[in-house]
């Protein structure tokens, strides 16, 4: 009995769910940083695995030298297309090459990389994050100290949040600026409603456009409801002029019809594609804080007796849930569920809804403890495994590509037909000023092709990747997709 009055979780004094010390506000922050930091290097190698990575440092590259894209060689004019990364560009024009993704992102990388500090912004993403959460859970419960602190909790908990922390992907930027916006648009003051439709337009141009829109739109049809037509104007018209600047941009970089870029994001999905977007159900609760992607289910079930507040986050996290149905891919590859991450705020915040909601049926002090428990199993179990498998996944191709850098040629023929996810490896700068050059080989003899007579040419196949511990791909699927004409 005398331990458990002085440590209960019921006694304010020594919880961190009652904790509005100014050390503890600081505090949680700066785990947050420094666990992403350290894991950018320890786990993900500091190796931007993607091509969606890549690309942001391609962009950052060209932005230090006040350029939209880069420029291609003359010689390498007759073969282009193999010197470059999926969705990449070139203009016959200019013979440039160039990202198909917005700059924001890429310019808040080249800001930081002019110091060499590159690695430190997706931890950045994510403290704002996290500080963001807890600011908004205060606007939606002013009088409850707890429950900002279980939002804090269910985040900085998640193994999505934290390992996608430690990439360079742009889903960390655009997690951090929606949840700004969500923040401005609670706030409700005048200063806030100033700010809200510039930080919109920073959030459509951080990387692809649709990812701020499904989840703003929600938000955004309320404000003529309001009846203040000098703020509904005001949104408006801001929001008009970044779409044309970002939709202008866009053009310009992919030097195409507009309506192909609209055509290029969106179209009937496929079986598979529906069947692995209801998946992603499971991954974004299975990388999360499990209790947290409980207590959202749980939350949704009450939609319709939520306060307004409430209701307007669940149909933002509903809506852009559902939007990547009408997307004709898969997604690909990604930490959890990648196109859900922008979402994790919205997720978490509903959780602490339902934490709210259970409170009122269950013990508050049993509910406490649930939710310490399955935190604990988040961090020392869950963490560590899903750390364990990001880094054996990405380790190899880092090895690799290291190994590839240091070779005494000018060409690197990669044979991407031979391995697993090895076209992404193909990676060279806008001015092609790297040695090796990389490029993607099906067996094609790039010095017959080119003409190269004093340039050295190699090539990396099946053997080196066995060597580091790629997986391989099966030699009579690549002469099925030949025989369907797919490649030459």
């Given at each position: 009995?005398?331990?458990?009055?002085?440590?209960?979780?019921?006694?304010?004094?020594?919880?961190?769910?009652?904790?509005?010390?100014?050390?503890?506000k600081f505090m949680v922050p700066l785990a947050i940083f420094l666990v992403t930091v350290i894991g950018n290097f320890i786990v993900m190698k500091d190796f931007p695995l993607s091509a969606d990575e890549a690309l942001i440092?391609?962009?950052?590259?060209?932005?230090?030298?006040?350029?939209i894209g880069g420029i291609l060689p003359t010689n390498?004019?007759?073969?282009?297309?193999?010197f470059f990364l999926s969705y990449q560009y070139y203009n016959e024009s200019s013979t440039g090459w160039t990202s198909q993704y917005l700059p924001v992102y890429a310019f808040f990388y080249a800001v930081l990389s002019t110091a060499n500090l590159e690695f430190l912004l997706g931890a950045i993403m994510n403290c704002v994050s996290l500080v963001m959460v807890w600011h908004i859970a205060k606007i939606l419960w002013p009088q409850d100290k707890e429950l900002p602190w279980i939002c804090v909790i269910f985040l900085g908990s998640s193994s999505q949040f934290l390992i996608t922390g430690m990439t360079y992907y742009t889903m960390?930027?655009?997690?951090?600026?929606n949840l700004i916006w969500l923040w401005l648009f609670l706030k409700n003051k005048t200063w806030a409603t100033l700010l809200l439709p510039w930080v919109g337009a920073l959030a459509i141009g951080m990387h692809q456009p649709h990812i701020h829109a499904h989840m703003a739109i929600p938000c955004l049809l309320l404000v003529p409801f309001k009846k203040k037509w000098w703020e509904t104007a005001y949104i408006v018209i801001i929001y008009l002029l970044a779409c044309y600047i970002w939709y202008s941009f866009l053009t310009h970089v992919r030097n195409s019809d507009p309506n192909e870029i609209m055509n290029q994001s969106l179209g009937l999905p496929s079986a598979i594609s529906i069947i692995v977007r209801l998946m992603n159900v499971f991954l974004l609760i299975n990388w999360s804080n499990i209790v947290a992607g409980l207590l959202c289910i749980y939350a949704l079930n009450r939609y319709k007796n939520m306060p307004f507040s409430i209701r307007l986050i669940a149909l933002s996290f509903i809506v852009s849930f559902f939007f990547y149905l009408l997307f004709p891919g898969t997604g690909g590859h990604g930490w959890g569920s990648r196109y859900s991450h922008c979402i994790l705020g919205h997720m978490v915040l509903l959780a602490g809804y339902g934490y709210q909601l259970l409170k009122e049926f269950l013990c508050h002090n049993l509910l406490k403890r649930f939710v310490c428990v399955f935190t604990l199993f988040a961090l020392l179990i869950q963490l560590p495994l899903?750390?364990?498998?990001?880094?054996?996944?990405?380790?190899?191709?880092?090895?690799?590509?290291?190994?590839?850098?240091?070779?005494?040629?000018?060409?690197?023929?990669?044979?991407?037909?031979e391995g697993y996810y090895v076209l992404d490896m193909v990676r060279n700068d806008p001015f092609f000023r790297n040695r090796p050059i990389f490029f993607r080989s099906n067996n094609t003899d790039l010095k017959e092709k080119l003409?190269?007579?004093d340039e050295t040419v190699t090539y990396i196949g099946a053997e080196e990747f066995k060597k580091f511990g790629i997986p391989l791909t099966d030699p009579e699927e690549i002469e099925r997709v030949r025989e369907m004409g797919l490649i030459d």
């Amino acid at each position: 009995k005398k331990f458990n009055s002085k440590f209960s979780f019921s006694n304010d004094r020594y919880s961190i769910f009652h904790d509005t010390s100014r050390i503890t506000k600081f505090m949680v922050p700066l785990a947050i940083f420094l666990v992403t930091v350290i894991g950018n290097f320890i786990v993900m190698k500091d190796f931007p695995l993607s091509a969606d990575e890549a690309l942001i440092k391609f962009q950052a590259d060209c932005y230090r030298q006040f350029k939209i894209g880069g420029i291609l060689p003359t010689n390498l004019v007759p073969t282009h297309n193999i010197f470059f990364l999926s969705y990449q560009y070139y203009n016959e024009s200019s013979t440039g090459w160039t990202s198909q993704y917005l700059p924001v992102y890429a310019f808040f990388y080249a800001v930081l990389s002019t110091a060499n500090l590159e690695f430190l912004l997706g931890a950045i993403m994510n403290c704002v994050s996290l500080v963001m959460v807890w600011h908004i859970a205060k606007i939606l419960w002013p009088q409850d100290k707890e429950l900002p602190w279980i939002c804090v909790i269910f985040l900085g908990s998640s193994s999505q949040f934290l390992i996608t922390g430690m990439t360079y992907y742009t889903m960390n930027g655009h997690l951090a600026i929606n949840l700004i916006w969500l923040w401005l648009f609670l706030k409700n003051k005048t200063w806030a409603t100033l700010l809200l439709p510039w930080v919109g337009a920073l959030a459509i141009g951080m990387h692809q456009p649709h990812i701020h829109a499904h989840m703003a739109i929600p938000c955004l049809l309320l404000v003529p409801f309001k009846k203040k037509w000098w703020e509904t104007a005001y949104i408006v018209i801001i929001y008009l002029l970044a779409c044309y600047i970002w939709y202008s941009f866009l053009t310009h970089v992919r030097n195409s019809d507009p309506n192909e870029i609209m055509n290029q994001s969106l179209g009937l999905p496929s079986a598979i594609s529906i069947i692995v977007r209801l998946m992603n159900v499971f991954l974004l609760i299975n990388w999360s804080n499990i209790v947290a992607g409980l207590l959202c289910i749980y939350a949704l079930n009450r939609y319709k007796n939520m306060p307004f507040s409430i209701r307007l986050i669940a149909l933002s996290f509903i809506v852009s849930f559902f939007f990547y149905l009408l997307f004709p891919g898969t997604g690909g590859h990604g930490w959890g569920s990648r196109y859900s991450h922008c979402i994790l705020g919205h997720m978490v915040l509903l959780a602490g809804y339902g934490y709210q909601l259970l409170k009122e049926f269950l013990c508050h002090n049993l509910l406490k403890r649930f939710v310490c428990v399955f935190t604990l199993f988040a961090l020392l179990i869950q963490l560590p495994l899903r750390c364990y498998q990001s880094s054996s996944f990405v380790t190899p191709y880092a090895r690799l590509f290291d190994h590839i850098s240091t070779l005494d040629v000018d060409y690197v023929g990669i044979k991407f037909l031979e391995g697993y996810y090895v076209l992404d490896m193909v990676r060279n700068d806008p001015f092609f000023r790297n040695r090796p050059i990389f490029f993607r080989s099906n067996n094609t003899d790039l010095k017959e092709k080119l003409g190269l007579e004093d340039e050295t040419v190699t090539y990396i196949g099946a053997e080196e990747f066995k060597k580091f511990g790629i997986p391989l791909t099966d030699p009579e699927e690549i002469e099925r997709v030949r025989e369907m004409g797919l490649i030459d």
